[in-house]
């Protein structure tokens, strides 16, 4: 099931022709899974949330010829088969690029700031939705691109984050 949604992320990007890397792809999979798969198959690493089963699906599919890394490191699927979602991915996935398209979130950069917010916020209870705690704990994480932000930037990406989840609820 997971390789499947794997496997039509990619294509739905390209279908879109839109170009994705393996940062993008971490990290939108993980702005779209709820919040036990995020527990399950994420964690902190240098660059935001990260999941190693993600990564070496990526690096099976690659093995298997299904899908290619281009030269610039992109993403990109090899035949013309064809892939579905599973739910409740599906879902979640199309109103979490909806959502990152309306906000105007497309640099590698915002959508990892994104989803590191996303991780301290949802691993925090309490001050978790401090910017003052989210600036010394991206820092603590090494996530300096999160960490050299301005207060008033975390404040931005909390409300993005609100928003992002509160679409993403059940019965929303």
């Known amino acids: 099931m997971l390789t499947n949604n794997i496997l039509a ?31 399950k198959f994420y964690r902190p690493y240098f660059y935001g949330p990260y999941s190693e089963v993600i990564q070496l699906m990526v690096n099976s599919l690659v093995g298997n010829d299904l899908v290619n890394y281009r ?7 090899v035949g013309s088969t064809s892939y579905s979602f599973m739910e409740p991915f599906k879902e979640r996935f199309i109103n979490t690029v909806g959502f990152l398209f309306k906000n105007d979130i497309k640099s590698t950069k915002e959508i990892s700031n994104l989803a590191k917010v996303n991780m301290i916020v ?16 991206a820092g603590f994480l090494g996530w300096s691109e999160l960490s050299s932000l301005s207060v008033n930037e975390i404040k931005s990406l909390i409300i993005l984050n609100d928003e992002l989840e509160s679409l993403l609820a059940p019965n929303s």
Request: aromatic residues 10%; glycine residues 6%; proline residues 2%.
């Open 9 to 39: 992320v990619i294509q739905y990007f390209s279908d879109h022709g839109i170009q994705i890397g393996k940062t993008i792809l971490q990290k939108i999979v993980y702005l779209s899974f709820d919040e036990e798969n995020k527990r």
């Open 71 to 77: 030269d610039d490191r992109r993403l990109e699927l």
């Open 122 to 137: 949802a691993n925090n209870n309490g001050n978790s939705k401090n910017p003052n705690f989210i600036i010394e704990r």
